[in-house]
């Protein structure tokens, strides 16, 4: 895609398979609160909310330049048990006049069980699906006519492909939600990170009453949000990603490993990027919900990096 000088968020990039969008959540009126986390050691000051704001807006507003690539791998692995399940799938990235847009294809090259996502952020954020099974579309199988599925806010928070991963997390709407409160400063694993509770807006809130809030934590040495927690009733934490590798491609930094792990259950899902491909010019209509039932191949083998 032509991208005419506009620039994809670097969170978009950095944190993938959080996976590299982030959503604008209207004004809704605010929900039940919660109560901010008590900071694990002394701070010098009380908690300047202004400069929280700053700091929210800067991770908001970074940015890199062009269209990217990841060739990825989901591995399950359920609590208490050796088994592992391996789900490859493929993820395209860019801008348009709505914001970040990405795509992602589940599975690809699997006639009954590949699945597509069309995951739009901006003010008027949405989540499209496509499967090759026909018994999901209401059309045949693999073919141009068939249509995408636009998720209602509660179905983005079902599960994707048998793992813990939502729609949810890939869209990661909480970076734009208004209602949010700076808890100051956080140490952990030797670094230093700003914390942040977003509460969410009604529209979410009346989908998934169980869903309180979101803690972020932003590493402004990396420039990037290292973990976020989802929050259910009374604060406890349901899920948890975290980023755990970064690797070097072309002068920037690029997420390599991330982990999703359910709280309730103990299951993980590993998030491993095998090939980085960045500033490429993509076809603007495969982030279309009408081509989305179009496959898309992957860029050229030598213009992608092979993750370590």
């Given at each position: 895609?032509t ?6 968020p670097?969170?978009?990039i ?10 604008t ?51 399950l ?9 391996i ?25 009954n ?14 989540v499209?699906t ?16 068939s249509?995408?599925?636009r ?38 694993n030797?670094?230093?990170t700003h ?10 809130a ?42 070097k491609?072309?002068?920037m930094?690029?997420?390599?490993k ?10 993980g ?40």
């Amino acid at each position: 895609m032509t991208t005419g000088g506009k620039t994809i968020p670097g969170q978009a990039i950095i944190f993938a398979c959080l996976f590299c969008i982030f959503g604008t959540a209207h004004a809704f009126a605010q929900s039940r609160s919660i109560t901010p986390s008590v900071p694990d050691y002394r701070q010098a000051a009380p908690v300047d909310q202004d400069k929280g704001r700053a700091i929210l807006e800067a991770i908001r507003t970074s940015a890199i330049d062009g269209d990217f690539y990841f060739e990825f791998q989901l591995i399950l692995r359920p609590k208490g048990t050796s088994t592992r399940t391996i789900i490859p799938g493929r993820m395209w990235g860019s801008r348009n006049e709505r914001g970040p847009v990405t795509r992602i294809t589940l599975r690809p090259g699997s006639q009954n069980d590949e699945r597509d996502l069309l995951v739009q952020s901006g003010p008027q954020s949405a989540v499209w699906t496509y499967s090759r099974n026909n018994n999901t579309n209401g059309g045949q199988a693999g073919s141009a006519s068939s249509a995408a599925a636009r998720l209602d806010p509660s179905a983005m928070f079902e599960p994707l492909a048998g793992t813990d991963l939502s729609a949810f997390e890939l869209q990661m709407p909480f970076i734009h939600w208004n209602d949010h409160t700076y808890e100051g400063l956080r140490s952990g694993n030797f670094r230093v990170t700003h914390a942040f509770l977003m509460r969410p807006p009604a529209e979410i809130a009346n989908a998934r009453p169980d869903l309180t809030g979101v803690r972020l934590y932003y590493d402004e040495g990396y420039r990037t949000i290292t973990v976020f927690e989802i929050l259910g009733p009374g604060g406890a934490v349901k899920k948890t990603m975290r980023l755990k590798d970064f690797h070097k491609v072309s002068d920037m930094f690029f997420l390599r490993k991330a982990e999703l792990r359910n709280e309730t259950t103990g299951n993980g899902t590993d998030f491993n990027v095998l090939l980085t491909g960045v500033k490429l010019d993509l076809p603007r209509d495969i982030f279309s919900p009408e081509k989305l039932s179009v496959s898309v191949e992957p860029p050229p083998l030598k213009t992608l990096w092979k993750s370590r």
